[in-house]
């Protein structure tokens, strides 16, 4: 049976025409920038004098080749009306859904809700609720260093291809219709900034080089952060320094100045991937913070808290998961993988208790800063890894209260001891999962959390069923939306 839901899974994930996975995407100043450039006008000037000619040579029709390519990669659905775009989310959802009642009813459930249904679903599906920004609706967006279609090594885009095939190529990205303009601005800049800098790229760690990626978060208001990664090598202290100040000059007084950062952040990292405490994010110039308004909330993010990264569609997420929840003043709500606390602040007015769980410890300071500032006296957030505190939670609480789970993982899914926790919580009848790759490991944990009881895997409570399903699209142009699951027992 095991053997046989892979296969399944297997075939679901072929169904996707492109795999994202060969797009890198993934988000007041003390003085106005353009201030700063007025008065630094000779700066400026240097800054046009030094500037170097760019590596590699173009070639008539290769841009436009591969900017078509990244498009199909990146947003496989730009071709299609949005309605359209809408119509294949719909039918992809009910692939997942049908994939679930499958597996489920080879796993032995007895669920005639599951195993009776005409249409193979294993639970009744609503609409696709569109996202209600289409174009530009990206509030982050990360580009890569490395060697575009004509060789040069300093572009600044997103990756075609893979580490595996050898076949990487990094594309500017100025015609994707979901990346804002100013992301764009600022990607291009920083590639300007690359070309003047005698500092070779971080291509491959072992091959030496320093300059790596850039990521860029923007909020309704036009604020910008910006957030570059950068290997050190065998850099002393001093040289760190000199390109620290290189890097804010530009950006303040060079040629990035019109890009009008409200923040510039830097990160000496010596992994594809640091979290603060690893490798502490180092503000050059501007505030610590990016600000954000939610459903008339406001919202303090750090340089690696999560957010969703469409802030209208979000609004029309978190309205959903409170419909949804049914969280009353009799039910304590846990919001695990909490991010900045967004879903549980914006749901704490219908619950007695809000409990979050959030593993980057920067974003459970926000979160509790936004529940400060917000006056909203309910909540609490808890800082580690869901797997080591929400199980020692549920153990030691002491109240009789029903408790609302809101899971929100990563394309990774729960960890199975955060499953387990769940699944084995007599108080919680009601769990709401959201997931932007539900055909992805969040189906290896809609299966552990609905399979009949199984004592070798631990999985002794009582199985959830899935009742509702509500796909929001929180990414026009691309394949992927929001799955919002209601799972009930």
């Known amino acids: 049976m095991a053997l046989s839901c892979s296969l399944r899974l297997i075939r679901l994930r072929a169904y996707?025409?492109?795999?994202?996975?060969?797009?890198?995407?993934?988000?007041?100043?003390?003085?106005?920038?353009r201030q700063v450039a007025g008065r630094?006008?000779?700066?400026?000037?240097?800054?046009?004098?030094?500037?170097?000619?760019?590596?590699?040579?173009?070639?008539?029709?290769?841009?436009?080749?591969?900017?078509?390519?990244?498009?199909?990669?990146a947003t496989p659905l730009w071709r299609f009306p949005y309605e359209e775009q809408l119509k294949v989310k719909s039918e992809s959802q009910k692939k997942v859904l049908q994939t679930l009642a499958s597996c489920l009813r080879e796993l032995g459930t007895d669920k005639l809700e599951i195993t009776q249904r005409p249409d193979g679903l294993c639970c009744p599906l609503h609409s696709v609720v569109p996202s209600p920004v289409i174009n530009g609706y990206r509030n982050k967006s990360t580009f890569s260093v490395n060697k575009g279609p004509d060789g040069n090594p300093k572009t600044v885009g997103l990756y075609v291809g893979t580490g595996r095939a050898?076949?990487?190529?990094?594309?500017?990205?100025?015609?994707?219709?979901?990346?804002?303009?100013?992301?764009?601005?600022?990607?291009?800049?920083?590639?300007?900034?690359?070309?003047q800098s005698p500092l070779d790229p971080c291509l491959l760690f072992h091959q030496g080089g320093h300059w790596r990626e850039l990521i860029v978060r923007t909020n309704s208001s036009g604020h910008t952060m910006a957030i570059i990664t950068f290997h050190p090598q065998d850099l002393s202290q001093e040289e760190l320094c000199t390109q620290k100040a290189l890097l804010k000059d530009f950006f303040t007084c060079g040629p990035g100045a019109v890009c009008n950062l409200t923040s510039l952040y830097f990160q000496e990292s010596i992994m594809t991937r640091s979290s603060h405490q690893q490798s502490p994010y180092q503000l050059l110039y501007g505030e610590p913070y990016i600000f954000e308004e939610v459903l008339g909330l406001k919202f303090r993010i750090s340089p690696d808290a999560f957010f969703q990264i469409n802030t209208a569609g979000a609004?029309?997420?978190?309205?959903?998961?409170?419909?949804?929840?049914?969280?009353?003043?009799?039910?304590?709500?846990l919001d695990v993988c909490c991010g900045t606390g967004?879903?549980?602040?914006?749901?704490?007015?219908?619950?007695?208790?809000?409990?979050?769980?959030?593993?980057?410890?920067?974003?459970?300071?926000?979160?509790?800063?936004n529940a400060a500032f917000n006056g909203i006296s309910n909540?609490?957030?808890?800082?580690?890894?869901?797997?080591?505190?929400?199980?020692?939670?549920?153990?030691?609480?002491?109240?009789?209260?029903?408790?609302?789970?809101?899971?929100?993982?990563?394309r990774a899914g729960l960890h199975y001891r955060v499953v387990q926790a769940i699944r084995n919580c007599e108080a919680i009848l009601t769990l709401i999962y959201v997931s932007c790759k539900p055909e992805g490991e969040a189906m290896r944990n809609f299966l552990e959390f609905c399979c009949p009881p199984d004592s070798g895997k631990k999985l002794v409570g009582k199985p959830f069923a899935p009742l509702l399903a509500v796909p929001v699209d929180m990414f026009p142009h691309t394949i992927h939306c929001e799955l919002v699951m209601l799972l009930t027992r």
Request: charged share 25%; proline share 4%; hydrophobic share 40%.
């Open 342 to 369: 967004a879903i549980g602040l914006s749901l704490a007015h219908q619950a007695s208790k809000v409990v979050g769980v959030e593993v980057v410890e920067q974003a459970v300071e926000d979160a509790r800063w």
């Open 40 to 73: 630094n006008e000779a700066t400026r000037k240097r800054w046009m004098k030094e500037k170097k000619p760019r590596q590699g040579c173009s070639l008539p029709g290769l841009e436009s080749f591969w900017e078509e390519r990244l498009t199909n990669v």
């Open 16 to 33: 996707w025409p492109v795999s994202l996975k060969q797009a890198s995407l993934s988000t007041a100043p003390d003085e106005d920038c």
């Open 315 to 333: 609004e029309v997420l978190y309205q959903t998961v409170g419909k949804l929840s049914r969280a009353d003043k009799n039910t304590v709500l």
């Open 166 to 195: 050898r076949n990487i190529v990094c594309v500017r990205a100025n015609h994707l219709e979901n990346i804002p303009e100013k992301h764009k601005q600022v990607a291009q800049y920083y590639e300007e900034f690359l070309h």
């Open 379 to 410: 909540c609490e957030f808890h800082s580690g890894k869901a797997e080591m505190v929400l199980p020692q939670f549920l153990m030691s609480r002491e109240d009789d209260r029903l408790l609302v789970a809101v899971v929100n993982p990563s």
